[in-house]
Nanobody, 123 residues
Framework: QVQLVESGGGLVQAGGSLRLSCAAS????????MAWFRQGPGKEREFVAV???????YYADAVKGRFTISRDNTKDTVYLQMNSLKPEDTAVYYC?????????????????WGQGTQVTVSS
């Protein structure tokens, strides 16, 4: 079992920045993929960014160049630095952990989820 707790969401104006954190506990040694997904109003959950235990990264096209995912293994924490935020980034952001051996951007591959943190970007 892996437990995930997100923090760092809030209200920000367009063009601003936020940093989300995801603290993991439990069997973190099985969390080969750590990722961020988001779900906007009336939308399905969508992939944002993933980081593997090896350090490999992958981003959704919509956030590439604006968002940065990183991982502090000493703290079992994953971060999402979000810059140049846009109103369309407004969503609940979820942290997910997957024990799959391949890099995954599919929410169905993620075994564990946090409770989510709201990010609202005003225009």
């Amino acid at each position: 079992q892996v437990q995930l707790v997100e923090s760092g969401g809030g209200l920000v104006q367009a063009g601003g920045s936020l940093r989300l954190s995801c603290a993991a506990s439990g069997r973190t040694d099985t969390a080969y993929n750590m990722a961020w997904f988001r779900q906007g109003p009336g939308k399905e959950r969508e992939f944002v960014a993933v980081i593997r235990w090896s350090g490999n990264l992958y981003y959704a096209d919509a956030v590439k160049g604006r968002f940065t995912i990183s991982r502090d293994n000493t703290k079992d924490t994953v971060y999402l630095q979000m810059n140049s935020l846009k109103p369309e980034d407004t969503a609940v952001y979820y942290c997910g952990a997957s024990s799959q051996y391949y890099l995954s951007t599919q929410s169905s591959d993620y075994n564990y989820w946090g409770q989510g943190t709201q990010v609202t970007v005003s225009s």
